[in-house]
C-alpha cells in the first residue's frame, strides 16, 4: 500500500457566481460577478492536498480543450494536486456551474457537466497503478455511474480504503438500485451530507434522533457512515456505535466549497490513521474515526469564514491551529 491518495472519478468546473442585492424574482437584474475553481473533485484533492501537507494527491478527471480546462489545470498544480491522469478532451467542454445568489441566501445553480460526463472505464485503467497501490480513494457521483462503479470494484480488488460521498443521488429506480447493488457494496465509508442522507434513507433528518435513524439505516449498506450537517456538524456512525462531532462557531460568509473542504480533509485523515494503525479502515479504532472526523469539521469552519471555492480551503497549519484553540467534544448517544 501507497501512502498516496487518489480522488477518482472527481468532477472538474468552474463556478461562474452572480451576486445580487435583490430577491429572487422574473425580472432582470445586476449583480456582482466573480469565477472560481470549482467541481467536487477537485476541491477535494486540494482539500485533501492542503490537509495533507507533503502528501500526494492524484485527480482522475477531464476538462475541455479550452481556456477554462486550463484555469482548471493551473490552479489544481498551483495547490499541488497530479494533474497527469486529468484529461483534455477536444469533443467537450470544460463543465460550467452558474450560479445566482440572492439577497436573502436563496440560490439558484445551473450545470453544464461537460467534460465530466466524458470520464470513463478507459480513463481508470490509465490511473490503475495508482489506485491500486493507493492508500485511499475518494469519489464522488458527479461522473458517469458506470465509471464509479469501475473504479470501486478495482480499489476494492486491491485491499484500497474506499471512501464515497454520494453527492448526486440517483432518481431513476435502475439507477438508484445499481448504486446499491454495484457500487455500495465496495464502499468502506459513505459520507452524505444531510439532504443526501434523506434521499438514500427516505428518514427526514432534522435532528439528532433522525440523523442517527438515518445513519443507522445507512449502515444496512456499507460499514462506516460519517453524516454531514452543516453548522451543526458531523455524525459518525460504524456498528452500534454513534458520536456527534458538534459544529463549531463562526461568522459564515460562504458555505459552497464546507462539504468538499470536509470529504477531502476527511479523506487525508483517514489515510494518515490507516499508515499509523496499519489497519483497514474498517478496522480502525472508533475513536480515530471520530478524531478524522473532527479534524475535517475545523476545516470547513475555517472554509465558510472565505469567499469562493478552491481559493477557501485552509491548509494543515491552519486547521490544526483551529483544532487547538479548543473545539467541542463529539458527545456519545
Known sequence: MGSHIVIAPGSINVDLILRTDVLKGPKTFRGCYSESQGGKGSNQAIAARRAGEGRHVYLVGAVGKDPWGEQALAALRDAGVDTCYVRRDATATTGVVMEYLYADGEVTIGLEPGANDRVGVDDIERARSWIESAALLLAQIENPLDTVEHTFRMARAAGVATCLDPSVVPVVDTERRRLFDDVLPHVDLLAPNRSEAEELADIPVDDDDSAVAAAKWLLDHVPVVVLTRGAEGALVARGDETRFVRGLSVD????????????????????EARDAHALPLTDLPFDVLVDAARFANAAAAICVTRPGACESIPTREEITARLASGSPRGSCS
Open 252 to 271: 459564515s460568509i460562504d458555505g459552497g466549497a464546507a462539504g468538499d473542504t470536509f470529504r477531502g480533509a476527511l479523506g487525508l485523515a483517514l489515510a
